[in-house]
């Protein structure tokens, strides 16, 4: 069973940095995809940055690209999320995502992740 834990959220200020984590187990990493989703107040879930676990290309949104980075320690099952020089925008509920195969990971679309963490909250203020 597929489960994703997500920590390391927080409220910090514009031009400042978090880390999120996402304890994922239960499956084979090269097998899957796995991802980072957002989702503001009233807004639809969208991809912030996905994986896949086959080669490691990696899927940014564009308005966090030079900013966020995605990558895994295997060792600790471990999905990060470093997020620097942060936003008002990039407020929300984040969410970790896993999926088999690579579709999900090379366009980082919500709709073909089918496990998911309980998301943590990221305010940044202005």
């Known amino acids: 069973e597929v489960q994703l834990v997500e920590s390391g959220g927080g409220l910090v200020q514009a031009g400042g940095s978090l880390r999120l984590s996402c304890e994922a187990t239960?499956?084979?990493?090269?097998?899957?995809?796995i991802g980072w989703f957002r989702q503001a107040p009233g807004e639809e879930r969208v991809g912030v940055a996905c994986?896949?676990?086959?080669?490691?290309?990696?899927y940014y949104r564009d308005s966090v690209k030079g900013r966020f980075a995605i990558s895994t320690d295997n060792a600790k099952n471990i999905v990060y999320l470093q997020m620097n020089d942060l936003k008002p925008d990039d407020t929300g509920v984040y969410y970790c995502?896993?999926?088999?195969?690579?579709?999900?990971?090379?366009?980082?679309?919500?709709?073909?992740?089918?496990?998911w963490g309980q998301g943590t909250q990221v305010t940044v203020s202005s």
């Open positions: 995502a896993a999926a088999p195969g690579e579709d999900a990971g090379y366009v980082c679309y919500s709709a073909l992740f089918g496990s």
């Open positions: 239960g499956f084979i990493w090269t097998d899957y995809s």
């Open positions: 994986m896949k676990g086959s080669d490691r290309n990696t």
